[in-house]
């Protein structure tokens, strides 16, 4: 398996995640996205989104990470990062989309050049954009973890059961891109304590930005 | 089953054409974004994310319109709205998420609202904001029809296969909302062609906006 990939990339970090937690061993390939990287003709060839991640497995490139983790989800199952049960899976893919659709989208490379180039936005309403959308998306967050206490279904610290899921797998790059950026992450006690029971995991811990091949401080 | 959901909001559009393909009767509870219904206690007591869709399903309320649908598909499997090899599933998905996580969280009315209130953007860097993630997205979406096609996964106009998929029923959405912001559509043969074939058919034409209880031109 060879992962195409960025390391400050927060989709990236999602399917490094993903294949630790599965044991899956993968090669490490940068594509560069500040310098653009990605939109030469080397990375279109292997996903016309011009995006990463880029996951080559099984003879195929596979893109969007969302989409990967489903494909391995499916392909490699154990350990299983959806609950057994549809509605404990709808609950926790809820939770991923919050921070897929809701925050990260708001919140990429091309966005922020949007807002400091076309509409010559500061850096003081780049930033304040920026944690607008985080703090609004991990509110919604805190709050569905409160919902699903009262169901019971959380007898950990993880989001969902007692092993990380797809929430945590998408939860963990996003509080590390808002660390960046100096999010305010008070008055989320449920989101901080997931995010501390899985940094203290090997999975996780090699997954971040700074143990990446790619990193520079 | 009772979706709460407002006509002229792209996920509840999905979710709709989604019940219809299946033939899943419901009850449609409109909840008005504009008058930000969405925020007040009746709905957050349906979902703490106070966003729609919400489906009230099997005694359950679900959020985040990906998420319901994936219910759907795995409690209601017929028609399938997935392809059934693994890889053709991540080929849909990545479509999917083209849609969901690439162009339609910037262009979301929150979002709209944020542009012209906080950085006091004008009509025109609005519009072009919402045209310019549009197009990006679509093209990529195009490329992606052109990379299936090249492996023989397209035997008609739809997205993957020879009926709809998820993918084509988070197309159709977004280009009801391209149309409204009269964004150009030129050089996406393909992209387009599957909306028509889509739209051709009775659950997609019944889901549209123009079709809800709570539409007013």
């Given at each position: ?23 899956l ?115 919604a ?5 409160d ?19 797809l ?51």
């Amino acid at each position: 398996m060879k992962l195409y990939n960025y390391c400050r990339s927060s989709a990236s970090f999602r399917v490094r995640i993903v294949l630790n937690l599965k044991g899956l061993p993968f090669d490490y390939i940068p594509v560069h996205l500040v310098r653009g990287e990605q939109l030469q003709d080397a990375h279109r060839a292997r996903s016309p989104d011009a995006l990463v991640p880029v996951l080559e497995v099984d003879g195929h490139m596979l893109s969007q990470s969302m989409a990967i983790i489903d494909y391995l989800e499916e392909t490699r199952p154990t350990p299983p990062l959806l609950p057994a049960s549809a509605l404990g899976r709808a609950q926790v893919r809820a939770l991923a989309q919050t921070i897929a659709c809701e925050i990260h989208p708001l919140n990429n490379l091309r966005v922020l050049k949007y807002l400091t180039g076309t509409l010559q936005c500061d850096e003081d309403e780049k930033t304040t954009w920026y944690r607008h959308w985080v703090r609004q998306g991990l509110l919604a967050f805190e709050r569905q973890l409160d919902a699903l206490d009262a169901q019971g279904v959380r007898p950990t610290a993880f989001c969902y059961g007692d092993a990380p899921t797809l929430a945590d797998c998408l939860l963990v790059p996003q509080i590390f891109n808002a660390r960046r950026f100096d999010t305010d992450l008070s008055g989320l006690p449920k989101t901080m304590a997931a995010f501390d029971a899985c940094m203290a995991l090997p999975a996780f811990d090699a997954a971040q930005p700074s143990r990446c091949p790619d990193f520079t401080p």
